[in-house]
């Protein structure tokens, strides 16, 4: 009777403390992300982070804290110096920082698939050319085809990537002129009528893209789209009415992309564009903490809050969470050893760049 | 519009909007106060309370904070010879020299008045032009900007003190600085000499620091007397200053309008608006002898300009999203954060937003004034402090500031290489603003360059705009030299005199190595990444090779200066005051370098009772704590936090 009792309140302890293991009241977390005050992984991160101190265990302070430096190496080196963390720092990438990864930067000194995963954000864009190549519709892509178009960059190996090798595998001839601070001094010299081919990111693209579509001095070529669960790329939701890049693709060349560069590409698309920002807990985190953090954005991305909220913040995107985000994560950074070779020889070959 | 106008002003009046106005007065004061620090610091402390709150009590707040700083930060300028943020670094040339004849109180006075008529300027500017802007920024493309970054460099002619070899060369130095880290057109990392730390590339406040602060420090060290040597009441001076202003007016309408210029244009970035104001001055001034020496049209100049530049900042932030300096960017985004989108339609369907700006920015610029005005008489004792006891807080604030640079212990090293060179510039009379003016512009000529000539080939020289600025740059070259007096050469100096062993030979010899390494280090990227800095340093190492060995006339201006090798010891022995800080800090950590620092000058230059120093010191570590704690930043950790774990603060 007395072993049965003792063994009651030994369940009853474990099953307490288990449940009572990670309660962060009082703590702090700091969110680093490794690029400057206000920019786009900043804005993000500071979105989410009042939802996600309402959704832990004992609604720790959660502060976001900009190490910018390096691409955002910089600071995922400091990230992964953390080894079994006590939950209490956490971490949030962006595309420009995982492709250094991808493409074996010499900074880079940290291994991403080695972070457990508890949150990824997609987010897209969308491509336009000027109306002066006298482009109406996918059917005068020939017109475009014969044209010398110029593209405002930030780099061959920055987000980038994705839109310039887009347009060569359509078979256009963009050339690109570097220099850019971002996307925005790209767009205002396509209004200076500069540059003759952009891309923005939904946001920008709805703010001041629709208007010069509407003014008749821009016209859509297409959307990235996004990957949908068995990792096709179907149409964006938030761009109903534009084809995605494969659709696009189809209309002009009659077939479905294929290929070392469509394979490359779609890598390229599913770490910039599908898992864009992704949130870690650094490496060795025991499993309940990760758990929990799990169910806390998961419990975020279902609240009425977020639901109010998120669409004009982060577009009608999908907020992967749980096991969806582990999948996110490793799409984003699986790369074959074929397509690595391909890609660093293209940007070598094309852009100077040297590995 | 002129509704909007009134009820944005009401506005603020209502509620709690204006208190948090002057918060953020308070706070943009305190901040630029502080050397090294700027609007991006100062946002970066305020985003995180931004989300959730009021839109217009934080526009407010946001605004009254970036609309002082160019005011505040002039009194580190004026009184300590340190720039109090990048876009005040002119004003330390003829700011600092009059707080050393004791005319402090006048150099605030004039200083304040004309940041106060920039800011207002600055206001009615972007009233005005927010709503039909959008063609003027359209207008300055790659091509034009590329000119304008011409026209700045031209400026160089006019500041390069008394020897244009010197200056020209000076200004080669800081282009090829500007170039270390990424290529824009490329990517490539150049001048990395392998280092991580450098593919990033260097900073202008650190550059700022190293060659203003750090020189000046080490001279007053080395003289160890009060900043201010002229027993002249610090108290008087104040409307004499004001009449300055007064008098100068068409200067100050000048400067305030080419800082609005600069600000509106995006891409060329808020720290070369103070220079290119002061190369104007100069440059228009018939009477030029009395520049950098403490001629009061120098501190005018710049403070009507960089106080203007944040109305005409505001510009392209609202019409088009892109901001047009650093600590736009972040204001860029605490906007999003508060759910305002910039863009055209911010002016079209929220203009009551832009206006709610226009006034915080006026009003802040009143009361920031107004506030300055009120603290200055006692914060202007400073240079009646003995320098034994400032010097240990100067060194302790300059380097906390170059350590928020990247908050890397290699800020400190990099202040310290740059300092020590920056140190014998000022031995041997090279200009350090040339230096200066060709750093902040670098990335901008190369990168405007290379775009125009993608854009337009090079054909990009014969569009109107560009040949209009080239006219303009002519002109005002033209105004320039006419005036000018090259120092005539009072002794000869021949080939052979270089190879005599001193100090001045040996820096000759760096700046060489340095542009021949720099030639060397061009051949090794691909052609676009290489042709810019290769072709400055090449241009550079010819023009050297010639001074120094085929033209005596212009080796006896290089080569010539009074400096004794006796005031070069000195010189070096203040010095080895900032390096022992550094291997302090990189062996202890910061608070326990700044102990033993404080300790080791106070006991050496001054004659105080150990009580008296203790209780400094404990003055100097509290200051540091608060400052570090209210501002969460952080201090730079040694080697000894690498293996011990200690408690706060020493951690």
């Known amino acids: 009777m007395f072993k049965k009792f003792l063994a009651i309140v030994a369940a009853l302890m474990m099953s307490m403390t288990s449940s009572f293991a990670v309660d962060f009241s009082g703590k702090t977390v700091t969110w680093l992300i490794p690029f400057g005050a206000g920019g786009g992984s900043d804005k993000w991160a500071r979105y989410y982070a009042p939802m996600l101190s309402k959704a832990l265990p004992g609604n720790p302070t959660v502060v976001v804290q900009n190490c910018p430096g390096g691409s955002g190496t910089k600071c995922s080196n400091q990230f992964a110096q953390i080894k079994g963390g006590d939950g209490l720092t956490i971490f949030g990438d962006s595309g420009s920082s995982k492709f250094p990864f991808l493409l074996d930067d010499k900074r880079v000194q940290y291994n991403p698939t080695k972070w457990p995963v508890v949150l990824s954000s997609a987010t897209g864009g969308g491509a336009y050319v000027t109306s002066k190549t006298g482009y109406k519709t996918s059917a005068d892509f020939k017109k475009l085809q014969g044209k010398k178009l110029k593209y405002g960059s930030q780099g061959a190996t920055s987000l980038d990537l994705i839109a310039l090798l887009a347009f060569d595998m359509l078979g256009l001839q963009v050339d690109a002129v570097m220099g850019y601070k971002g996307r925005g001094p790209a767009r205002v010299a396509f209004e200076r009528g500069e540059m003759t081919i952009d891309y923005q990111t939904s946001s920008a693209y709805f703010k001041v893209i629709q208007t010069l579509v509407k003014d008749g001095k821009a016209v859509p070529l297409f959307a990235w789209g996004i990957l949908d669960e068995s990792g096709n790329i179907v149409r964006d939701p938030t761009f109903p009415n534009l084809p995605s890049f494969v659709e696009y693709y189809e209309s002009v060349h009659g077939k479905k992309p294929k290929g070392p560069a469509w394979s490359t590409w779609k890598t390229f698309f599913a770490s910039g564009f599908n898992g864009q920002k992704m949130v870690y807990l650094p490496e060795g985190t025991s499993a309940d903490i990760v758990k929990t953090y799990a169910d806390a954005f998961a419990k975020v991305v279902a609240s009425d809050e977020f639901k109010k909220t998120s669409s004009k913040r982060l577009g009608k995107y999908p907020q992967a969470t749980g096991k969806a985000a582990v999948a996110a994560q490793k799409a984003a950074f699986t790369i074959d050893a074929e397509s690595k070779a391909w890609i660093k020889n293209h940007l070598t070959k094309n852009y100077g760049v040297k590995f | 519009m002129l509704d909007s106008l009134i009820s944005a002003f009401t506005l603020i009046f209502s509620g709690e909007h204006f208190l948090f106005l002057l918060f953020g007065v308070v706070m943009g004061i305190f901040i630029g106060i502080l050397p090294g620090m700027g609007g991006i610091v100062g946002f970066s402390i305020l985003m995180p309370f931004i989300y959730g709150m009021d839109p217009v009590s934080a526009l407010a707040m946001l605004i009254g904070l970036i609309a002082v700083i160019p005011t505040s930060d002039t009194f580190a300028s004026v009184l300590m010879g340190i720039p109090g943020s990048s876009a005040s670094q002119a004003t330390v040339l003829d700011g600092f020299a009059l707080a050393k004849q004791g005319q402090a109180a006048r150099a605030l006075s004039a200083a304040f008045s004309a940041s106060l008529f920039g800011g207002l300027f600055g206001a009615c500017v972007l009233t005005l032009i927010v709503v039909i802007a959008k063609p003027i920024i359209l207008f300055f493309g790659s091509s034009e900007l ?209 206006y709610v700006m226009v006034w915080s920015l006026a009003l802040a610029n009143v009361i920031g004034a107004g506030m300055c005005f009120a603290i200055s008489s006692k914060v202007a004792k400073i240079t009646t402090i003995p320098y034994g006891v400032l010097a240990p807080f100067m060194i302790m604030i300059i380097c906390f500031a170059a350590f928020q640079v990247t908050r890397s212990i290699y800020d400190l090293y990099i202040l310290i290489v740059l300092g020590a060179f920056c140190t014998l510039m000022k031995s041997y009379n090279w200009p350090r603003p040339a230096l200066l003016i060709g750093f902040v512009l670098s990335d901008t000529l190369e990168t405007y360059l290379y775009q125009a000539v993608q854009i337009y080939d090079w054909n990009f020289l014969t569009r109107t705009s560009v040949i209009t600025i080239f006219v303009i740059i002519l002109i ?176």
């Open chain 2, 476 to 651: 005002s070259v033209f105004l320039g030299m006419r005036t000018k007096k090259e120092k005539t050469v009072t002794h000869s100096v021949k080939v052979s005199d270089l190879f005599k062993l001193n100090l001045e030979t040996v820096f000759l010899g760096i700046i060489y190595i340095f542009f021949g390494m720099t030639v060397y280090d061009s051949f090794k990227h691909n052609f676009l990444g290489g042709v810019f800095p290769g072709a400055i340093s090449l241009i550079m190492f010819i023009v050297m090779t010639y001074t120094l060995f085929f033209n005596q006339k212009w080796l006896s201006k290089a080569l010539n200066s009074s400096y004794s090798l006796e005031d070069t010891k000195d010189m070096f022995y203040a010095f080895s005051w900032i390096i022992f800080l550094v291997v302090l800090v990189s062996l202890f950590g910061f608070i326990i370098g700044i102990v033993i620092l404080f300790f080791a000058v106070m006991k050496n230059k001054t004659e105080m009772p150990l009580i008296k120093i203790l209780t400094i010191t404990t003055g100097g570590v509290a200051l540091m704590l608060l400052l570090s704690h209210f501002m969460v930043l952080d201090f730079p950790s040694g080697l000894l936090q690498e293996y011990a774990q200690l408690p706060w603060p020493l951690k």
């Open chain 2, 146 to 354: 590329f000119m304008l970054g011409i026209l700045g460099i031209s400026m160089v002619g006019v500041l390069s003190g008394d020897s244009f070899v010197k200056g020209f060369l000076a200004c080669g130095i800081g282009l090829l600085l500007g170039t270390m880290g990424s290529a824009p057109a490329t990517g490539e990392w150049r001048l990395t000499f392998g280092s991580y730390y450098l593919f990033d590339g260097l900073k202008v406040v650190t550059i700022g620091l190293a060659a203003f602060a750090i020189p000046e420090i080490c001279d007053l060290l080395r003289k160890n007397k009060t900043i201010a040597t002229k027993d002249e009441p610090i108290g008087k001076g104040w409307l004499k200053g004001l009449m300055d202003t007064l008098r100068e007016k068409w200067i100050v309408i000048r400067c305030a309008g080419i800082g609005t210029l600069v600000g509106i244009l995006p891409g060329l970035g808020g720290s070369v608006v103070d220079w290119i104001a002061y190369g104007h001055v100069v440059q228009t001034s018939k009477d030029k002898s009395n520049f950098g020496k403490g001629d009061i049209r120098g501190v005018i100049a710049p403070e009507s300009a960089n106080n203007a530049k944040e109305g005409g900042g505001l510009v392209p932030t609202i019409l088009f999203g892109i901001p047009g300096s650093g600590s736009m960017a972040v204001f860029l985004g605490g906007l999003t954060l508060l759910g305002i989108e910039p863009g055209p339609a911010l002016i079209e369907e929220d203009l009551q937003f832009t």
